[in-house]
């Protein structure tokens, strides 16, 4: 690549980058972390205070994402920018790479074109700003090709050791890279021996097998790279797949059994629920994964014919143009937050027709070429066998490039030799053209061969964005975007939980009530939590009995639902109920219930509300050794000082106060009240 080829590539590249994040920061998408994106991050930050995650969630996902997130974060704190910019530039060295790959593979024009269309491909921008581990996956797997391309001198069995290595992180950020590390040692044995193959294989074989041993060490289970294969093929093989959509099932209720301090796997914790209640025994990682391959197999023996077709269906879906969303919905963002994402969503509709042209024209070195096909037949084969989405496909991008770019020179070859021959000119026209409708989602849905574009996970994709507009406050535009949801007929409890408890938050309590009943109606499970919800809301409206009495309900529901819990004792306290609100808040203390300094200084507002002075003294002093902010133990106090005459203790406090809370009204009529007696 000529130097000037490689600086526009570059700078072009970076330019989009630099867009696409301009307008990604913009949106609701780029201010927030969620679903997978939340998992990791979080994840991550546990890694890099010490305080990694335990238990099966641990062994649930391949590991090398978080510890790579975790690295970065310890070098460059929390901002989310640090690891979207190292990740840009892992996608600008990605492309080079792909540039020389195509060297390799088809000579020197065709490298050109494929550096620049790899430096600017739209998907790898995309999730190159996710936190997510499609970039890296794809990077190590793009950096060990490389290497076994560049490996033909003396120095070949390092490189292809190296190569192994690489391809052995790869599969700890993306399990399935694995099934094409075993294509590449394949080509490797044909091409350089068996000897290379099983060094190949071993360096490989490397990463997985210290991460198994250290699993066994840690957690009792040699898992060598994840739990999750059992539950991802049933996703993608069973009554209820259409090949694309990532849903598990009983995912609604596994909502309700996760601890809810941060973000929790959902769909490992409803995997192990489901598994665990059909066996009627806690199982282990290995026994939930074993549960759901078993399950997906019983059902694919039962149903040939239709398993046929779903993999079919996901043949074409590998193999189309269209862009598939995971979490989130592309071309509504493209739409509303990122126009640039439009230009993006083109990009491969356009690219796999020339690619697939460069496959049937030939030309440059077909060897070379064979590690790029072996790859792209392994990757195809595991993404029928699981399910499609642009996020699982992208591994595969960086080894259709090279065809894509020979693919457009072959055409344009064949035009130029055929200028005086119309027939070879309309031959390579109409080849090209059948190719681009062969693979064009719209014309496939139009001729009944598909439903590519049809979006069942669509309401799913506009909740995801009205949890985040709900995160920031905005709660009419959540509400706008949970009724969009539930207008597609998906009947989700949390859906209609979540647009209720927006719907309270602004005043709307009648239609909030209205959906709070259909959570129970749609998912009575859902009961501890709706009644803790409606008792909010009463309480909010200063109905002090009816919240009580839908508090009692939750706890009838959960006798240990500890939201209800916290609220009953906040609401005894409001309504002037004293001797109850002891009762609740001693009973919270006693059981380790809600933040210790939080529910101390309520104690002791509540003693002294009753006028229980020396307990009220003691409760908030312990409120303030655990947490010195408490202002509500400082006011306590202060009151207590001030009705047992200790002036001077109750000045100090009465300073505290207002320098935790300069000004604040409630503090200030609080002391003129005990000033005055």
Known sequence: MTRWTLGLALAIGGLLRFEYLRELSAS????????????????????????????PEALFRPPLYPYFLAMLLWFGGAEVLVPRLVQFALGLVQGWMIYRIALRTHGVLVGRIAGVLAFTFGMFIYFEAELLTATLATFLGTAAVFLLLEGRDSRFPAKAAASGVLFGLAGLAHGTLLVGALGAALWVSRRFGRGAAMLFVAA???????????????????????????????????????????LAPGAAEAEISIEKERYRDTMQAAARLHAERILGRELTVREVDRFWYSKTFEWISMHPRDTAALWMRKLVYVWNGSEIGNNRDFRDQAGRFTPILRFFLLQFSVLLPFALY?????????????????????????????????RFRLPMIPWLIPFGAAGLVAFLRDLRAGAGSPVRVAAASVALTALFLGTNARVLEAVGMNEILVAK??????????????????????????????????????????????????????????HYRTVLELSPGYEAVVRCDLGVLSAREGDWESALRE???????????????????????????????????????????????????????????????????????????????????????????????????????????????????????????????
């Open 457 to 514: 996970d669509a309401p799913f994709h506009r909740s995801n964005l009205a949890n985040l507009y709900r995160r920031e406050g905005d709660f009419d535009a959540a509400i706008g975007e949970y009724e969009a949801a539930i207008a597609y007929g998906v009947s989700d409890p949390r859906m209609h939980l979540n647009l209720a408890n927006c719907l309270a938050q602004t005043g709307r309590s009648s239609a909030a009530r209205e």
């Open 358 to 390: 460069g496959m049937i024209r030939g030309g440059g070195r077909r060897r070379e070429q064979g590690l790029l096909a072996i790859l792209l037949l392994t990757h195809t084969v595991v993404l029928v066998a699981f399910f499609v989405c642009s």
């Open 551 to 677: 508090f009692r309900r939750s706890l009838a529901a959960d006798p240990d639902h500890e939201l209800s819990l916290v609220n009953q004792a906040a609401t005894y306290l409001t309504a002037g109920r004293f001797e109850e609100a002891i009762v609740s808040y001693r009973r919270l203390v006693q059981g380790g219930i809600g933040e210790p300094a939080f529910v101390r200084s309520r104690l002791g507002l509540a003693y002294l509300e009753a006028g229980l002075l020396e307990e009220a003294e003691w409760e908030s002093l312990e409120a303030l050794r655990m947490d010195s902010g408490q202002i509500v133990a400082v006011v306590t106090l202060g009151k207590v000082y001030a009705r047992q005459g200790r002036t001077e203790a109750a000045e100090r406090m009465w300073e505290k106060a207002r320098q935790l809370a300069p000004g604040a009204p409630a503090v200030e009529q609080a002391i003129r009240d005990a000033r005055g007696g």
């Open 204 to 246: 490989v074989l490397l990463c997985p097998g210290g991460v198994a041993v250290r699993n066994l060490v840690l957690h009792g289970e040699a898992i060598p790279v994840g739990g999750q294969g059992g539950i991802n093929f049933y996703i993608g093989n069973s009554i209820t797949a259409d090949g694309k959509s990532a």
């Open 28 to 55: 609701p998408f780029g201010r927030h972390l969620f679903l997978d994106a939340g998992w990791f991050s979080e994840t991550a930050a546990a890694i890099a205070s010490g305080h990694p995650i335990t238990g």
